[in-house]
């Protein structure tokens, strides 16, 4: 069965700078064919398998020899599910370059996966196989067939093999015995041209430094691809997070503005991602707030879990507010240490108080801090609603 996650393993894409630095500048058609080719390997990467298989019919059609292209487009229908399409563009390839031992693996794979047996064979292939006997094969296959039941060429036969063991006597008797028939001498000095050697070393060493030059340039194409594809994301969840801004959902802009999932925010792109989260997450946690204690005071029944989701309301409100000190944020703290000394955080709880006693001492909101805080130090549920 043909995996073509694993086989997309062995195309890279072609680093047309490098060919040219080394081998001129390549013509026109050929240099367009290998941009398309490297375009096709990038829209498969993002899933665009349909835009691929239209750069790659293009950059065949522009060099008809490109070979790699052709196999490449056959993976591509392969991901599309076209499978016919896929065997036409292997065997293309087979017909084309007998030497072609990926395509032919490709084509093997496909055709075990769907029961087939017969691979079609190239002309070449077939020539070797069918061409004519001559020569000595063809006297053999000749002197061997329903004629042999002829008593004369029973009797040539047999006189055939007479002579023969006459003539080996003879020859052996003339050979001493002390002596072999043939003799092979060992060269033990050869003579090296050192020009020659000088000039294997100086290519074995270039040969080296082409290797390592072209693993650097694959590195390199790998994290440039991975850089824009990371460019790409980052642009799709701006747009996504303005849109929704402007919809007025602050909350979901700025939980799409607020896990960047592990990655950094392009350089050129900082300032507008800048801009709008400073706008979107004041009023993302205002309303995170009025949800929070929407939540805490509606539940009358003292569940832990509701007094746990409304706990992380706050917490998310208290982590978009960062050093901005809003009108409410002592309050947030209070209802947040309540919340979470009734949900069984008792020591992010006690945090909480602490903060508020330490940030706004000598207030009303200290106070109830400070009584919430000293029941919790001495093992009790605290009080109030």
Known sequence: MLDVKEALKDFKPIDIETIEMKSGKLPEK????????????????????????????????????FYEAMNLLGLCYAMV????????????????????????????????????????????RKSRKTGSR??????????LGPEDNNKFYFVKYIAGIIIGVIITSVIWCMVPTDRALFRFEKVENIVKDPELVEEIAFL????????????????????????FQVYREWVNRLNEANREYQDGNYTGS????????????????????????????????????????????GNRNKDPEIYRQAWEKYETCIS??????????????YQAGKAAARCDEKDRAMELFEYIINEYPNTSM??????????????????GS
């Open 204 to 227: 074995n060493g270039r040969i080296e430094e082409l290797e390592q030059d072209l693993k650097n340039k694959n590195e390199e194409n790998l994290k440039l691809s991975y850089d």
């Open 134 to 143: 001559s020569g000595l094969a063809g006297s053999l296959a000749r002197g």
């Open 30 to 65: 050929i240099a367009e064919a290998i941009k398309l080719y490297n375009r096709a390997l990038e829209d498969i990467q993002f899933k665009s398998e349909d835009i691929a298989i239209i750069a790659l019919k293009k950059a065949i059609s522009l060099h008809p020899v």
């Open 254 to 297: 700025a939980s799409l503005l607020y896990d960047t999932q592990g990655t950094d925010v392009p350089e050129d792109l900082y300032d507008y991602y800048k801009s709008l989260w400073d706008v979107v997450r004041i009023r993302a946690a205002e309303d995170l707030y009025r949800e929070g204690n929407k939540l805490y005071n």
């Open 81 to 124: 599910g076209k499978e016919e399409e896929a065997k036409a563009s292997f065997q293309r390839v087979i017909e084309a370059d007998d030497s072609s031992i990926r395509a032919l693996e490709y084509l093997k794979k496909m055709q075990s996966q769907d029961g087939e047996e017969e691979i079609k064979e190239t002309p070449a």
């Open 320 to 333: 978009y507010i960062g050093d901005e000190k809003v009108s409410y944020l002592s309050n947030l703290y």
């Open 366 to 383: 200290s106070s109830y801090a400070t009584a919430r805080l000293n029941e919790l130090k001495a093992g009790k549920e605290i009080s």
